[in-house]
């Protein structure tokens, strides 16, 4: 499976971003898909996932509210649009996907697939 992200960049709090993850080289219906970030210092940290086979979708309590995850399954891409953007939401985003459903979603371990690193970057 290949991830290719796309969407970060430079905006002020309280403004809004949308990234992109296509997938390819795997029926895109059997994948789980999900974002991480990593800011300076710092663990790679959950932030949203879609589950593959449902309708469903997971989010870490400090984007719930701000942050939706979706999916397009003709184009085989997930976005993360958030919203109500913060300076502490600043990090490398990265896309994520997996063939087999755990209730440890929030672990970046139990991930087979990543993207490249896309950076999120909001300023005060």
């Known amino acids: 499976v290949q991830l290719q992200a796309s969407g970060g960049g430079l905006v002020q709090t309280g403004r809004s971003l949308r990234l992109s993850c296509e997938a390819s080289?795997?029926?895109?219906?059997?994948?789980?898909m999900g974002w991480f970030r990593q800011a300076p210092g710092k663990e790679r940290e959950f932030v949203a996932m879609f589950r593959g086979a449902m309708n469903v979708a997971r989010y870490a309590d400090a984007v719930n509210g701000r942050f939706t995850i979706s999916r397009d399954r003709a184009k085989n891409t997930v976005y993360l649009q958030m919203n109500n953007l913060k300076p502490e939401d600043t990090a490398v985003y990265y896309c994520t996907a997996r063939g087999t459903w755990t209730v440890q979603y929030y672990r970046h371990s139990e991930y087979d697939y990543w993207g490249q690193g896309t950076q999120v970057t909001v300023s005060s």
């Open positions: 080289g795997r029926p895109f219906r059997s994948l789980d």
